[in-house]
């Protein structure tokens, strides 16, 4: 009689343990889920700073931008070519003549010239040497029987200096024409044929 007793007691103990641990089970599932949601929101709040700061990065960088002038952008593609070897009738990419090169630094920048000098001469606005800016193009005649025609260009970089491909020199150069008096005794005229004011590039 008291063994039935002492196990009906036990069963209700044991039935009572186990609806209490149901009972808990619940509890850490919402726990659990509660640091899930914390986490993400975490995480979202990182993500959002995150953009925010590289939107910022790109504004400043944008903010860093300004304009080139075309006639910087000239002299810099002229410039990145010196030293490349004259021959005539080459185009490049590795040999110039002196027309072949002042086609290829204009057309980088979105002008079209045509191949041979003295059809480049007759381009864009007439120059006098006094008149001459940065980025013009200078035409000379270097043929004793033909004292007039034009035989060889050059771009002008200013003050007194110019960027070509010389026969006599074998490769692309910066002359001025104070030190080299026979350019500036050749000289013929020039032509601006900038017709961009300017692209842009960064400041950094």
């Known amino acids: 009689m008291l063994e039935g007793k002492v196990r009906r007691v036990s069963l209700l103990i044991l039935v009572l343990f186990m609806s209490a641990c149901s009972q808990t089970q619940p509890q850490v599932k919402t726990e659990k889920r509660a640091f899930s949601e914390v986490k993400e929101q975490r995480e979202s709040i990182s993500l959002t700073k995150l953009s925010l700061t590289s939107n910022k990065k790109v504004a400043t960088q944008k903010e860093n931008w300004v304009p080139l002038k075309v006639e910087d952008e000239i002299e ?41 000098s003295r059809d480049q001469s007759k381009k864009g606005q007439l120059v006098s040497f006094n008149e001459l800016k940065k980025g013009d193009l200078v035409f000379f005649a270097t043929k004793r029987r033909h004292p007039n025609r034009v035989t060889h260009v050059g771009i002008y970089l200013g003050n007194g200096n110019f960027i070509h491909a010389s026969s006599g020199a074998k490769k692309i150069v910066v002359f001025n024409f104070n030190e080299h008096q026979y350019y500036k005794k050749h000289f013929l005229w020039g032509r601006r044929v900038i017709s961009e004011k300017s692209h842009v590039a960064s400041a950094i």
């Open 76 to 116: 810099w593609n002229a410039k990145a070519l010196l030293g490349h070897k004259y021959v005539w009738g080459a185009t490049g990419p590795n040999n110039y003549d002196c027309s072949g090169f002042t086609r290829k630094v204009f057309g980088d920048v979105g002008i079209h010239l045509p191949r041979v």
